[in-house]
């Protein structure tokens, strides 16, 4: 059995970057500019730190860009070794990626609304490397894109998982008191979290660690 991958998000500074992989996260997550939502830091940081990092997480750039070329060229100047998609794109865009950039892999985030999802990811299986289920509305009129700290319907995250063949992460609304309950009931790839281990925005140690224990407990 495969052992489950843990993701902190909102990562703002090196020093926090380091705090979670001295944790056990296998990948952090840093936010580039969003229409809303936590965690947004500015891009030279956002390459700094990716730097500083190296091979010891991955690290995941969270971007809402729709645009291939635009995607690309952030990438190329802050090298993360991945990206996370919050927003729709044309279907080009995952080949384009691919061909300029084929070491960089590919997380498309779902927002777990309704069933709909499912047929969604049924449509990326094979095409991206991950599916990153999460809460949130794009289509509200300030899109919501992540970082909502809301839980979303399980039931639907595990009927998609049981569907598609590629490998899926859960976030929205997780903390160390839901996280084994979580592993539970959806049997994710792996888990993502943000506000879920902050207090006034900050990386709290307390929660980093209960919360690392509850999910490696599951």
């Known amino acids: 059995m495969q052992s489950l991958r843990l993701k902190i998000c909102c990562i703002s500074s090196v020093a926090e970057a380091d705090d979670a992989i001295e944790a056990g996260a296998d990948a952090i997550g840093l936010v580039s500019a969003m229409p809303s939502g936590p965690g947004v830091i500015d891009e030279a ?30 990438c190329v100047r802050l090298q993360p070794s991945t990206v996370q998609l919050v927003d729709a794109v044309d279907s080009s865009v995952y080949a384009r990626l691919g061909q300029v950039l084929p070491a960089l892999k590919i997380v498309q985030v779902l927002h777990v609304i ?5 047929d969604v990811a049924r ?7 991950f599916i990153l289920l999460d809460s949130g509305n794009p289509s509200a009129t300030v899109k919501q894109l992540g970082g909502t700290g809301r839980t979303h319907n399980w039931e639907i995250s595990a009927r998609l998982i049981e569907a598609v063949n590629t490998l899926v992460f859960l976030a929205g609304g997780l903390r160390a ?32 660690r209960a919360y690392m224990q509850a999910a490696r407990g599951a």
């Open 45 to 74: 940081l956002i390459a700094e730190i990716c730097a500083h990092v190296g091979d010891r997480a991955e690290t995941f750039l969270l971007t809402s860009k729709t645009d291939a070329d635009a995607i690309i060229e952030q």
């Open 123 to 129: 449509a990326l299986d094979g095409v991206v490397d």
């Open 114 to 118: 309704d069933v709909d999802v499912i």
């Open 177 to 208: 008191e839901n996280a084994a309950e979580a592993v539970a009931a959806v049997n994710p790839y792996g888990l993502d979290i943000c506000s879920g281990v902050r207090t006034d925005g900050a990386l709290d140690l307390a929660k980093l």
